[in-house]
């Protein structure tokens, strides 16, 4: 039986092609198998001008910013908790946080927004992710930090929210998938620099300087968008039976199932991989950085490998990367100590995590391919909440014990998740892909 047959033809399954990145992916529906005639006509219009890639550019720097903002205070635990005299526990809460905020806003802005033009609503939410980050960089206590990533966090969930079609809608259909590929690049970008540059900026000038730098850098991404950017309208489709009519299907409250677990053991042990890295391996500041450079782009590795994985099948390559996580974070809880050995569990760790990352956006896509913004906004609430129950269970295990058990639990949470995806393709087949 084919979930997707609920509600659609099986001469309507949409052949999706992936667009992946090492922090996000984006699974665009290219066209049906019964309108292909339609899409051709479609693919044959003119390509967007210089000013619409210039565009596109534009927006692949907001990706890269906000995802530099998201990733920027795992970098700097430590050195909030010294500085603010708080826990190592507690100061997790910068990561944990902005994950509630972003599950609460995603649907909520995806309902309100129809009729806001897209290019104002870019240029409002990057000038909130620079008073998010200046508010930290000055904040004279820690209640004050977690107010201000409070509010990155509802910024967090409406981009995503907002920008998987922007990039058609600033090129046109031809250049579309090319498109969402460049804003993936600027994801990438953010994630391979935000934790290095936080390790890196965190020991020569502070952690509040750093996020000074960060809100200097989103102020240059806000003018350059400012210039760029052109009027965006927006499609106007954001109705509450879309959101949950997602929900509703089998194949996608699986997925969702599986999505969550395996954020929830990732999170948990990345909010807390800088002083596993420092403290139980023993490895200088130095190498660590170099560590998340090479990780980021293991996860990009992955990803673009993911592309054709996925082809065979999204659920199989999500249960056995998932179980490849599991294993590497089990691994490191036992021979973490180990600096060699540490190090490249830890990059193979990003190589798999780039598969099961876009893994969970490409299968809940795939589960309701009708309503794909409905889709993006129901797995945006629910990963968000897991990433924050994830970073939240790591401040109490941090807290309780020690590290490597902290990473041993967290293994064993993905392992339970690529059991449920192994237990999902039992029972629900996904759309073709080609």
């Given at each position: 039986?084919?979930?997707?047959?609920?509600?659609?033809?099986?001469?309507?399954?949409?052949?999706?092609r992936v667009v992946a990145a090492s922090s996000c992916a984006a699974a665009v529906p290219s066209r049906y198998a019964g309108d292909r005639d339609a899409a051709g006509a479609t693919a044959a219009a003119a390509p967007g001008s210089r000013r619409g890639w210039a565009s596109v550019g534009a927006v692949a720097l907001g990706a890269f910013v906000i995802v530099m903002t998201e990733t920027l205070p795992v970098g700097l635990l430590p050195q909030v908790a010294d500085g603010l005299h708080v826990s190592l526990?507690?100061?997790?809460?910068?990561?944990?946080?902005?994950?509630?905020?972003?599950?609460?806003?995603?649907?909520?802005?995806?309902?309100?927004?129809?009729?806001?033009?897209?290019?104002?609503?870019?240029?409002?939410?990057?000038?909130?992710?620079?008073?998010?980050?200046?508010?930290?960089?000055?904040?004279?206590?820690?209640?004050?930090?977690?107010?201000?990533?409070?509010?990155?966090?509802?910024?967090?969930?409406?981009?995503?929210?907002?920008?998987?079609p922007v990039g058609p809608k600033l090129v046109g259909p031809a250049g579309g998938t090319r498109a969402i590929t460049v804003i993936a690049a600027g994801i990438s970008g953010g994630t391979v620099v935000g934790l290095p540059a936080g390790q890196f900026l965190g020991d020569v000038v502070g952690w509040r300087p750093a996020f000074a730098i960060a809100a200097a850098a989103t102020l240059l991404v806000v003018v350059a968008q400012t210039v760029l950017l052109p009027g965006i309208p927006p499609d106007g489709r954001t109705r509450l039976r879309d959101l949950v009519g997602v929900v509703r299907r089998r194949a996608a409250r699986f997925g969702m199932a599986a999505g969550a677990v395996v954020f929830v053991g990732q999170f948990a042990a990345w909010t807390y991989i800088t002083p596993f890295l420092m403290d139980h391996t023993r490895l200088s500041s130095s190498a660590i950085s170099l560590l998340y450079v090479v990780y980021g782009c293991a996860g990009i590795v992955g990803s673009l490998v993911a592309g054709s994985l996925f082809k065979r099948g999204v659920i199989a390559g999500f249960a056995g990367s998932a179980a490849a996580v599991a294993a590497l974070l089990i691994g490191l809880a036992s021979a973490g100590t180990i600096p060699w050995l540490a190090g490249l569990l830890f990059v193979l760790w990003g190589l798999f995590w780039g598969v099961v990352n876009p893994g969970t956006l490409v299968w809940i896509l795939d589960a309701a391919h009708e309503t794909p913004e409905a889709a993006s906004a129901v797995n945006v609430t629910n990963l968000q909440i897991a990433l924050a129950a994830g970073s939240g269970l790591g401040a109490v295990l941090v807290s309780s014990t020690t590290l490597p058990a902290l990473f041993l639990t967290a293994g064993f949470i993905v392992l339970a998740a690529a059991v449920l995806a192994g237990l999902a393709a039992r029972f629900v087949t996904l759309a073709v892909r080609q």
């Open positions: 039986m084919i979930e997707n047959g609920e509600t659609a033809e099986k001469s309507r399954v949409p052949q999706v526990g507690l100061a997790g809460l910068m990561v944990l946080v902005p994950g509630f905020s972003a599950a609460v806003s995603a649907p909520l802005f995806f309902l309100g927004s129809g009729r806001f033009d897209r290019r104002s609503v870019i240029l409002v939410l990057g000038l909130t992710v620079l008073v998010s980050n200046a508010v930290v960089a000055v904040a004279p206590n820690f209640v004050l930090v977690l107010v201000a990533r409070m509010l990155f966090g509802a910024t967090l969930g409406a981009f995503w929210t907002v920008v998987s």
